[in-house]
């Protein structure tokens, strides 16, 4: 389903506080060429490193697929990984201050549960 793995996808149908929400790139800023391609790889980052760190740090699950992308979670963890996604498709934020964002996301999530 949309490029999430099977167990996601059931765990989807299974749980009633999971939600998905789908976006495209051009969405948030409207690129095109080299510029949407490197918004597109900002999302990404080197060997999915900065897609890894979002996930990790807010418990979503992210799929990039061409142009759009998927996130998949609860929706206060939803629109912590959506805002981190949208300061780096916009070009405002350096990928280490996302990083280290989503290091304190994750220290205040830590601390709630």
Request: proline share 2%; net charge positive.
């Amino acid at each position: 389903m949309l490029g999430f793995e099977v167990q996601d996808a059931v765990a989807l149908l299974r749980l009633d506080d999971l939600y998905l929400e789908s976006f495209q790139v051009t969405d948030v800023k409207i690129l095109h060429g080299d510029h949407l391609s490197r918004a597109i790889g900002r999302v990404a980052g080197q060997d999915g490193k900065t897609r890894f760190a979002i996930e990790n740090a807010t418990r979503t699950r992210i799929v990039i697929a061409d142009q759009r992308i998927h996130l998949l979670e609860s929706y206060a963890n939803l629109r912590v990984a959506r805002n981190a996604i949208c300061d780096l498709v916009l070009g405002g934020a350096p990928p280490g201050k996302i990083y280290n964002n989503m290091r304190s996301v994750a220290k205040r999530m830590s601390e709630r549960f």
